[in-house]
């Protein structure tokens, strides 16, 4: 699906139809907001009755860090409050969301008021902390995301997505790009990220669409869904992202390849589990986790087991830390006030994972209002921490009356006015952001940065300034640095990105005997292929099929789709070849299916007729998807039900789409399916308890059992979200019975307060076995 935006312009004079915007500039002496009280007690690592608000510094001191390791001060209150994302410029200067509004309270009383804003932070006296705020644009509702692009900023302030023109550090034109960019979920499960990949596309963490500048226009393509908050790639454009309760989650395929045929989920090598490891190591007490109370979720000493908060990984790609960090994943968990260290390794396209350590964590605190929800690489190669500093973490959505205790016990609904940003640097090293050159011709020379941060910025640069004849510096590289795979990667996306890459440029790479530069040659072809070159790229990658080069198969299978308009006898015999000899290969099968857009029934009796074995992958995975679509043509009228259930369908796409799917089939490392699941149209008590009191699994539909790591380990339950009715929750479930090829009874009320009244102080949610022996 690609889908061109029109250009929507907002007069800046009409406060009612867009948020007031207005520049303006401080100096602010950094001194201690009257919020935080100096005479409480410092939190130690074993006390749960106090969780006093401290200073940065003070904060600073309750912080464990790696050996060798110091964290630095950028930015405090007041120069800056609850961020949640920061981009840096080309001058060292940090642009930061502010999601002021989040949960003022227990009960998210004036979340909806328009105090966000976008701030530009300046260090002016280079001593490594900012001392200037400048607010680019205010009266925003819960921004949540932003990218630097050309003249502009993106802006994801739900539900729309915005580009405004900067024009002297002041917004000039207001372009809506996508008034659809975040119109389901809720704060915790909405689009965010807005990482620029290698392609020059836009990519998002729980988000199914990219987005592109071409001119004047936005481009909008359909894309896999990713992970929940933050998201960040390697040296091959590779991304990676993570949900509360996964450590790493990322892709084997560079961002561009496979989302071909739109009848065909996410497929392997996508969404792939990287580090299944998901214990962490809490340096205090973390008894303020939505879930406390439920056994296993706390230890003998009330820390927390796993990850139930995992956010903003960023894989380090710095130049500060040493070869032994190069690579690696740096992923936060705000509940657990920590941050993990994992180390990746590469086997062949695939991406496997391990954490650094056990028993302890890169950085642990004892302060419970240290929030780590994003980090990122830096211009100065430090690892960067964006702190929003707040004791409530969790939404309102989801808030059990447990943790409201726990906020009430140690008043962690205030101060809401704090945030930190904060970075990482090894010892006795001193760091300094880096200045790019206005010069062009020197700015190429930074394509061969240490630094992956400053490679990337370099390339977006490029790109911006449209320097397309500086190509042949830029190509010289492919040949003065051809066996460093990140720098050939960068210097070939860009030639890519600026529309003069040639088919030279390539076919070197192809032909390699180092396979991470084979990779990056087939990462890019798919982009590049077209009526008047792909004669050129046949014979090598016939080559490759001929010496059975399996790494490159499912990259092959992929590219086919770009080749079958000019070559359709060669796709199909590919596609025949690659399913006879590879049908149990996962990734294979599915690079396959990408070519087969409603040709799914057709391949597979075709297949049937040659191998009759349907215990392999590729039958199992296309009988699976012949019933989907054919589940989709029978699927009961949505616009009715929609109709029929207003509430309960709003409901659904706010509490339950995130993690189900708008199909109800279910989405990989979050939840189960819905659709067709007997504990959706069975008992109708069964789907009350859950849905009230939330379902720890495993738990098993349709014959297949689901768990960690395929979903989350529990469903939250809604009783302790008072904005709901007895009335809304049977609307919201009596929707779910009468969705897709799902057609049970409606549940009403007063069913539901029947339950509510049954299991009365129930806060654990149930499991399966319990559930099944209920009368």
Known sequence: MLLVMKKYTASFHNPVAIPTLFCCFVVICLSMPACINRDKKHPSSSDTESSPALTANESMKTMKLEEGFIIKLVADEPLVNSPV???????????????????????????????????????????????????????????????????????????????????????????????????????????????????????????????????????????????????????????????????????????????????????????????????????????????????????????????????????????????????????????????????????????????????????????????????????????????????????????????????????????????????????????????????????????????GWVRDKTMQLLIDRKQMGLAPQIRQLLKTRKNDAAIIAISLWTLQNLGVVQSSDILPLLNDNEWPLRMTGLGILPTIINENNYKQFLPTLQKMINESDTLAFPFIAYIANSIVPYEKEWVNDLLTMLTERYPDNRFIADAVISNLQDQESAFLEKLITKNADTSLFIYKRLTKLIQNIDEKKNSRNSEILKKQFLRGAELFQTICQTCHGADGNGITALGPPLNRSEWVTGKKDDLISIVLFGLKGPVTVNGKQYGPPETNAEMPGLTGNKELTDADIAEVMSFIRKSWSNNASVITGQEVKALKSKYKGRQKPFNADELIKAP
């Open 85 to 451: 994302a920061i981009s840096f410029d080309e001058k060292g200067r940090i642009w930061v969301a502010e999601m002021q509004s989040y949960m003022p309270d227990t009960a998210g009383t004036g979340e909806d008021a328009p105090t966000g804003k976008i701030v530009i932070l300046e260090d002016t006296n280079k001593d490594g902390r900012a001392d200037k705020r400048t607010i680019f644009l205010d009266s925003l509702v819960l921004p949540r995301a932003i990218c630097l692009i050309e003249d502009g900023i993106l802006i994801a302030e739900p539900p729309a997505l915005w580009f405004v023109k900067i024009k002297n550090n002041k917004p000039a034109e207001k372009i809506l790009v996508d008034a659809d960019y975040a119109s389901g979920g809720n704060v915790e499960h909405q689009p965010n990220g807005l990482y620029r990949g290698f392609d020059n596309w836009i990519y998002n963490s729980e988000g199914d669409k990219r987005y592109k500048k071409a001119g004047d226009r936005w481009l909008i393509e359909r894309m896999y869904s990713r992970g929940q908050w933050g998201i960040s790639q390697d040296d091959f454009g590779r991304l990676f992202y993570n949900n509360n309760s996964a450590n790493l989650l990322g892709d084997f395929f560079q961002p561009g390849i496979g989302p071909y045929n739109k009848n065909q989920r996410t497929p392997a090598g996508f969404n792939e589990r990287i580090v299944r490891n998901d214990r962490v190591y809490p340096l205090r007490p973390t008894t303020g986790v939505n879930r406390g109370y439920m056994e296993e979720v706390l230890d003998e000493q009330n820390r927390l087991v796993e990850f139930t908060a995992a956010s903003g990984p960023v894989i380090y790609r710095g130049d500060l830390f040493g070869k032994e960090y190069y690579g690696n994943a740096f992923v936060g968990e705000p509940s657990a006030n920590l941050i993990k260290r994992n180390i990746l390794t590469n086997e062949g396209y695939k991406v496997n994972g391990r954490q650094a350590y056990e028993g302890k964590e890169f950085l642990s605190s004892t302060d419970e209002r240290f929030r780590p929800v994003t980090l990122y690489n830096g211009p100065d190669g430090a690892l960067y921490v964006v702190d929003m500093y707040r004791g409530i973490i969790q939404h309102k959505t989801y808030l059990t009356s447990y943790l409201k205790d726990q906020i009430k016990a140690r008043e962690l609904d205030k101060p809401i006015n704090c945030g930190r940003i904060y970075k990482i640097v090894p010892e006795n090293k001193n760091t300094q952001a880096l200045i790019f050159p206005e010069d062009n011709t020197q700015l190429v020379k930074l394509l061969e940065h240490p630094n």
